[in-house]
C-alpha cells in the first residue's frame, strides 16, 4: 500500500525550500483524488519523497473542527466553537489600498495608504461615530474571509457588493454586527462601509430637503434621488439609479 503521510506546510514553505528538494527528493504535484467524507475536495498538495503535504489552512478549511491564524509571528491553532481572535490585536496597523490581507477589520488609529502613496489615518466621525466617514478610503475591501455555507465554503478577497462575510469579523466601527453584512462603496468618492455603518449615515446625515430632479445628487454626494426619496449611492439602488441618469442624459 503506497504510504500517505498528511504533512503541513504553512504558507509558502514550497516556495522557499524547493530547490533545497530539488537536490534530494523529487516533488510533484498530488496526482491523488481527495475525499473527506466521501466527498470530493480541491485541495492543492505535493508528493515528496511517497509523502503527500498540505498546507494546513488548507486542510482546516476543507475538514473544519479548527481554525489557523497568524499573530505576533506565531502560528496560531484553535479548535474553539467560537469565533477566533482577530489578529494583530497588538496595536495599529497598516492597509494598503487593493491589496488583499487575511486579519482583522480596520480601527480607528490604523493608517491607509491609497493606490498614489497619499497616507491617511483612520478616524471616527464625530456626528456618525462611523470610522472614515468623509476620508474617501474604503479600508476593509481585501480582507480575506471564507464565504458561503457547507461545502461550498472557499476563501477570496473581499470586494465591493456582493461578498458576504462570517461572523468572525465581529462587529462593525458602530458596533453592530457584520456576520452577513455587504460591503459597499460610493463610486463617486470611493469611500466604503458596512451596511450597517450606510444606514448610520443615512440616519444622521440624510438630507431633508427633497431633491427637485430623478437622479439629483446630494451635496454630500452621498444620496442620489429616486422620486421616493433620497437613496444611498453606495447601495446597489443607488448605483442602478446613477447608471440609469448617466445613460439618459
Request: charge should be negative; include cysteine.
Amino acid at each position: 500500500m503506497k504510504k500517505f503521510t498528511l504533512g503541513f506546510i504553512i504558507g509558502g514553505i514550497i516556495c522557499s525550500a524547493i530547490t533545497g528538494f530539488a537536490v534530494e527528493y523529487a516533488v510533484t504535484a498530488n496526482p491523488f483524488p481527495i475525499k473527506v467524507d466521501g466527498i470530493e475536495k480541491s485541495i492543492e498538495g505535493y508528493n515528496i519523497n511517497d509523502s503527500t503535504y498540505f498546507k494546513l489552512r488548507d486542510i482546516a478549511d476543507a475538514v473544519g473542527g479548527f481554525t489557523v491564524g497568524f499573530t505576533n509571528n506565531t502560528i496560531t491553532i484553535s479548535t474553539s466553537q467560537e469565533p477566533p481572535e482577530p489578529a494583530n490585536t497588538d496595536g495599529a496597523i497598516t492597509i494598503y489600498e487593493g491589496q488583499p490581507r487575511d486579519n482583522r477589520l480596520a480601527r480607528e488609529g490604523d493608517t491607509f495608504v491609497k493606490a498614489d502613496g497619499t497616507q491617511i489615518v483612520l478616524k471616527k466621525d464625530e456626528v456618525t461615530g462611523v470610522l472614515g466617514y468623509g476620508q474617501g478610503v474604503a479600508p476593509d475591501i481585501g480582507i480575506m474571509d471564507e464565504i458561503g455555507q457547507g461545502d461550498a465554503k472557499f476563501t477570496v478577497p473581499l470586494e465591493a457588493n456582493g461578498k458576504l462575510v462570517t461572523n468572525k469579523y465581529g462587529n462593525d466601527s458602530t458596533g453592530a454586527w457584520t456576520a452577513a453584512s455587504f460591503y459597499n462603496v460610493n463610486p463617486l468618492t470611493g469611500e466604503g462601509h458596512w451596511d450597517n455603518e450606510w444606514s448610520v449615515i443615512s440616519q444622521k446625515t440624510h438630507p431633508q430637503a427633497p431633491g427637485t430632479t430623478f437622479g439629483e445628487i446630494s451635496e454630500d454626494k452621498n444620496f442620489i434621488w429616486d422620486d421616493d426619496g433620497w437613496v444611498p449611492l453606495a447601495c446597489d439602488n443607488g448605483h442602478k439609479i446613477l447608471e440609469y441618469t448617466n445613460t439618459h442624459q
